[in-house]
């Protein structure tokens, strides 16, 4: 039986060994080295020698001893790739512009970005970053509104680093209209920012440039309708009023009272073009995944029973906490939070959402029968066909009616389908009421009180 080659006895074998052992130690001086020995022996360097040496030249560029050497050869070993007809992907192009950045060419940062097109390659977050902070940084602040522009064309959405440091330069360089635009963005992308953020949005607010934005005249009736209509807390109109801003920190107590203004903050809901985009989106996803024929039967069902206001994933609560040997889908507790919704809302029943199979199942106990056709008969349950997903229904339900969802199913599944919808998480935030059982009594975990978003109170104006 032949012994298996040992890697390291071939030439292609030594110089890996040798490369990763330069990227464990982090020394670039010898991968330049064996760069250098790879060029002049006319050893064919592939895309993964070419991306190690990138590595080891970006994480040199914050070392003085080291940043000549690794911006130097930095572009001489990409131009090497090029020029061997290695094509870059997209962690080549985020090194190159992390040097182009470190010896301060923020231009070069984002042309390389913007040649990834004849490459075939996607940018991500990270590939935009070193021109973007680049010219933020150093207050150059159209080219920054460039770089954000070519990434939202992209499909490529700006986080909170990267709206802080446009919201930064925008203040700096006093625009007004911009400042607002990205404390808009930072509102439906960030909701509650981090220290760091909330001293930049505390400097705009002390300094002379904000005190000379906006007009003095506006109709806050007119200016409430419009927060209403984009689902409140926020109406997007632009800044109202002139003069000095009051800044001052303060804290929110658990009802959602300030406690400086001593205002009500507000439950922020999505507004009703994002409603009916994610309805929409609900029902197209269903009705590729479900009978259509099914699906446009408890649409129009809905349509003619649309007067409930909480939803109930029958299923999950039904299965909660059953997961033992003799365990079974428990409709005492699913009475339970039926009962307690019931109470809660003027003696109004809400929508129970049951798979056809599990109901009859259950039907076939006696003990059971009784309840469930009470149910059926009171149009408390809606049992969804035989080889359907309830949960397209349920979550259907729950946005076309605008009411509360009992669930403690985190809706992964379809938050990995909707998440181009940024307003999912929101729906979410103001529309699920999680629940626990204790002792065998149900108790529902309604949503928070008001929404952890950057707000306008309307009544504060007013005064």
Known sequence: MKKKKNNKTTVEGKFRFDLDTCSKRKDLFG?????????????????YHYNALLYLCTISIDEPSSKALALDYGFRIFDHMVNGGVTPNEATITAVARLAAAKSDGDLAFEVVRTMGKYELSPRLRTYGPALFWFCAN????????????MVSMGVHPEEPELAALLKVSAEMGRGDKVYAYLHK????????SESTAEIIQGWFCGE?????????CCLGAIEEVALKNGGGWHGQGWIGKGKWVVCRAKVDSSGQCGSCREQLATVDIDRAETETFLESVATMAMEREVRSNFREFQDWLDKHADYEAVVDGANIGLYQQNFANGEFSIPQLDAVVKELYDRSQKKWPLVILHNKRFRKLSENASYRKLLQEWLTQGVLYTTP?????DWYWLYAAVKLKCLLVTNDEMRDHIFELLGSSFFLKWKERHQVRYTFVKGNVKLLM???YSLFIQVLFQFLKS
Do not use: M, Y
Request: glycine share 8%; no cysteine; aromatic share 6%.
């Open 186 to 193: 930072l509102r439906t992308a960030v909701r509650s920012v």
């Open 139 to 150: 207050l150059e602040g159209e080219k920054a509104w460039a770089v954000e522009e070519h």
């Open 209 to 217: 440039a904000a005190s000379k934005v906006g007009g003095v005249d």
């Open 31 to 47: 991968a330049v080295a064996l760069f250098e020995s790879a060029v002049s022996q006319n050893f064919r360097l592939i895309h």
């Open 386 to 390: 035989n080889g359907s997903n309830d």
């Open 447 to 449: 949503p928070p009180s």
